[in-house]
């Protein structure tokens, strides 16, 4: 029986690096973001609204189905250790321990807010849109969809609003589970952190799933399971992994509008609440939606983004 553990966290925080370097670790398959929990969870509300199901109720058989969805999916990997990355998971521990019927252990990858805006603007203006491409930038494609000028400002608002942005997206789900009080089953991997010391943190990680340690090179690194980024990202490069392990990124300050540094710089112990454990583990601060101007009726809190 496979041992199955989670990642979650934020984009552009390193969770493809983390991977790649999992996966030099014989025991261990760690792939790119899968369908998994969303299969879970569409297959667990269409018996719920199903009203044949209704009538006549199988919940032992129900949640079989829904549990053994992961095995099937990871059926063809020959490896004892299976890491399933979703960022949603962090709100859905329990389908894990529900369903999956093992602990829940997530590794949450996560990075300074500003250094992930700067991240993305960078990428977006490295992959301009080709003639022939499936689609444009997902950015920018919500942009014209809500009908806003196209600017770094206007970019960054857009990845900081609860509809639909993937930054305020990952900071929402992982903060469900922490309000629902499941901070003991999250370990967060700071990207600075694992650029600069890759084999401590990879240790911890270890220790934290509860696997035996392993020697990791960080030399002719290579992703070894490309997703089709320009199909469901329009970015050639959203998960190109470089073959030497050092930081690439710009200094946000030379990438981001003063008025989104500002936006940072005000808001950044709310955004960064895993900064913020007291003593007792709880994390008391909690992310906002802090840009007032895009969209309209934005929502403060929006927690049952999943639900």
């Known amino acids: 029986m ?36 969303g299969t879970m969870y569409g297959i667990h509300d269409d018996f719920q609204s199903n009203e044949l199901y209704t009538g006549y109720p199988k919940p032992n058989q129900v949640n079989e189905i829904i549990g053994s969805v992961i095995e099937h999916w990871y059926s063809d990997i020959d490896k004892p250790v299976v890491i399933d990355k979703n960022r949603a998971w962090c709100a859905r521990v329990p389908f894990i321990e ?50 806003i000028p196209i600017n770094d400002e206007t970019r960054c ?3 900081l ?30 990207y600075n952190d694992l650029v600069t010391d890759p084999q401590g943190q990879l240790n911890e990680i270890y220790e934290f799933l509860g696997e035996e340690p392993f020697e990791h090179t960080f ?14 990202y329009g970015l050639g490069d959203m998960h190109e992994v470089h073959s030497k392990l050092e930081k690439t990124s710009p200094d946000p300050s030379e990438v981001l509008p003063e008025s989104i540094i500002k936006l940072y710089n005000d808001n950044k112990e709310n955004l960064e609440f895993w900064n913020s454990e007291d003593d007792s583990g709880v994390i008391n601060n909690q992310p906002k939606v ?11 809190n929006n927690y049952n983004l999943f639900s």
Not at 115 to 124: H, K, P, Q, R
Not at 134 to 147: A, C, G, T, Y
Not at 290 to 300: S, V
């Open 219 to 232: 030399d002719n690194l290579s992703n070894q399971h490309r997703e089709d980024d320009i199909t469901t």
């Open 98 to 147: 529900g369903y999956i019927k093992q602990e829940a252990k997530i590794i949450v990858p996560v990075r300074r807010i500003d250094e992930i805006l700067a991240s993305i603007l960078t990428m977006i203006k490295r992959n301009p849109f080709q003639e022939g491409q499936p689609r444009i930038n997902f950015v920018d494609e919500q942009l014209v969809k809500m009908n």
């Open 161 to 190: 609003t609860s509809q639909g942005g993937i930054v305020w997206e990952s900071l929402n789900a992982t903060k469900i589970g922490v309000d629902e009080g499941h901070s003991d089953k999250f370990h967060y991997v700071d």
């Open 2 to 37: 496979k041992s199955f553990y989670f990642m979650a966290g934020l984009p552009r925080a390193g969770s493809t690096l983390l991977s790649t370097l999992l996966n030099q670790n014989p025991r261990i398959y760690s792939g790119p973001s899968s369908p998994v929990l």
């Open 157 to 159: 608002q857009y990845l």
């Open 290 to 300: 802090i840009n007032p101007n895009i969209p309209p009726n934005t929502p403060k």
